[in-house]
C-alpha cells in the first residue's frame, strides 16, 4: 500500500468529509455498474449504491487493509446486494426481466459511454449494438445469484480470480468452475439470438 493510499484511509477512518467524497468520486461508477448487473434495475442500482457508500464510511475502521480497498468495496457491494435479492425474493417483488429504455442500458463507467458504438455509426448498427447488450444483459440478469456475480466480476468488471474469491470468500477452483458454468449457461441464452443473425 502507497503512502498516499494509507493517508486517505487514514482521512477516512478520521471520517474526513472531503475524503469521503473523494472516495464517492472514485468508486461510485464501478460500484453502481456492479450492482446494475447484478440486480437488474436502475433504482435498486441507484439505493444499493447510496447504502454501500453509508455501510464503508461507518465501517472503515473494519478494513485491515490485507486486500486491496477496492476489492474490501466491492465485496461490501456483493453482500449487499445478494441480502436485498433475497429480501426482495422472499417478497416476491423481484423482476430480473426489467431491463431500461436503450439509453439507460449504457454503461456508467466511463461517463456514460455506450457499452458499444461510436457516435458515427450507421443507425442500423447502432441499433443492433443496443439490442445485443440488452440481450446480454438479459441472459446475465436470468443467471442465478451464485453465477451472476462471478461472472459480473470477471468478465464485466474485470477482475482477477484470486480478487474475486477475496470479495466472495470462495476458493479459487470454486470461482473458476462457477464462471465456466455461468458462460456455458450465457452461451446457451445467446445461441439462439446469435444463429438469427448469421
Not at 6 to 25: C, G, H, I, S, T
Request: proline fraction near 2%.
Amino acid at each position: 500500500m502507497s503512502i498516499r493510499e494509507r493517508l486517505f484511509l487514514r482521512r477516512l477512518r478520521d471520517r474526513d468529509e472531503r475524503a469521503f467524497k473523494e472516495m464517492v468520486e472514485q468508486y461510485q461508477n464501478q460500484v453502481f455498474n456492479l450492482l446494475f448487473r447484478m440486480a437488474g434495475t436502475r433504482e435498486e442500482a441507484e439505493d444499493l449504491t447510496q447504502e454501500v457508500f453509508v455501510t464503508v464510511f461507518k465501517s472503515i475502521d473494519q478494513f485491515r487493509g490485507d486486500s486491496k480497498f477496492s476489492t474490501w468495496l466491492y465485496r461490501i457491494a456483493v453482500n449487499h446486494c445478494k441480502n436485498r435479492i433475497k429480501y426482495l425474493a422472499r417478497r416476491h417483488d423481484r423482476d430480473t426481466s426489467e431491463l431500461d429504455e436503450a439509453a439507460e442500458k449504457m454503461s456508467v463507467a466511463q461517463g456514460g459511454i455506450p457499452i458499444t458504438s461510436s457516435a458515427f455509426e450507421r443507425p442500423d448498427t447502432a441499433l443492433e449494438g443496443r439490442e445485443r447488450d440488452g440481450l446480454v444483459m438479459e441472459a446475465i440478469a436470468s443467471l442465478d445469484e451464485e453465477h451472476r456475480v462471478v461472472v459480473v466480476l470477471r468478465d464485466i468488471e474485470e477482475l482477477s480470480y484470486e480478487e474475486i474469491a477475496q470479495i466472495t470468500g470462495l476458493p479459487e477452483g470454486t470461482v473458476k468452475s462457477r464462471i465456466h458454468r455461468a458462460r456455458l449457461q450465457l452461451k446457451e441464452k445467446l445461441a439462439g439470438y446469435m444463429q438469427g443473425k448469421r
